[in-house]
T-cell receptor, first 110, second 116 residues
Framework: GQQVMQIPQYQHVQEGEDFTTYCNSS?????IQWYKQRPGGHPVFLIQ?????EVKKQKRLTFQFGEAKKNSSLHITATQTTDVGTYFC??????????FGTGTSLTVIP | DTEVTQTPKHLVMGMTNKKSLKCEQH?????MYWYKQKAKKPPELMFV???????INESVPSRFSPECPNSSLLNLHLHALQPEDSALYLC???????????????FGAGSRLTVL
């Protein structure tokens, strides 16, 4: 069946360091979404990527969608303590089914 | 109003109890979802309602019974649950189901359920 894996599972960084999480799907996706869940909170939508090779930026966050539409990445430049949380990708297949990735939990050490 | 409201925030119930979780949104969204989330795991889809009709049931045990009384409300009726059903239950909505660009999920804060 469809699987969406994320690596790493956990990441601890010093404040100011960069962070990247990678999302890999076993099948081609229609589009991919990214969500952030703060500790004790609920997932909050960050961005959606639709086109092959698409790159989008939100301030210090850069999102990429692979050329084959099977992988994606989220890169945070100069992390801050407010970036703490778990980042989930959610792949949407051609049948419009959502598949949440396994998540990457980010800890930022002040 | 850009929120999804869930009640109660916390619920403790015994295995023989009957309780309900409630979810409300006033964004005009026509798709509503129930997800179950265990600690340190991604949300798992349980049910999808599209235009008040059940579109997806991810083989959820019958002790969970969803209901969509109207386009703004979604309930999850709970009966004879097991301790392993303890989890965070998240409600979400999207403009519609299955259309790129209109399928972004807005989640509620969740109902944390403990089954004793």
């Amino acid at each position: 069946g469809q699987q969406v894996m994320q690596i790493p599972q956990y990441q601890h960084v010093q404040e100011g360091e960069d962070f990247t999480t990678y999302c890999n799907s076993s099948t081609t996706l229609s589009n991919i979404q990214w969500y952030k869940q703060r500790p004790g909170g609920h997932p909050v939508f960050l961005i959606q990527l639709v086109k092959s090779g698409e790159v989008k930026k939100q301030k210090r966050l850069t999102f990429q969608f692979g050329e084959a539409k099977k992988n994606s990445s989220l890169h945070i430049t100069a992390t801050q303590t407010t970036d703490v949380g778990t980042y989930f990708c959610a792949g949407v297949d051609t049948g419009n089914q959502f598949y949440f990735g396994t998540g990457t939990s980010l800890t930022v050490i002040p | 109003d850009t929120e999804v409201t869930q009640t109660p925030k916390h619920l403790v119930m015994g295995m023989t109890n009957k309780k309900s979780l409630k979810c409300e949104q006033h964004m005009g969204h026509r798709a509503m979802y129930w997800y179950k989330q265990k600690a340190k795991k991604p949300p798992e889809l349980m049910f999808v309602y599209s235009y008040e009709k059940l579109s997806i049931n991810e083989s959820v045990p019958s002790r969970f019974s969803p209901e969509c009384p109207n386009s703004s409300l979604l309930n999850l009726h709970l009966h004879a649950l097991q301790p392993e059903d303890s989890a965070l239950y998240l409600c979400a909505s999207s403009q519609v189901f299955g259309t790129v660009g209109a399928n972004v999920l807005t989640f509620g804060a969740g109902s944390r359920l403990t089954v004793l």
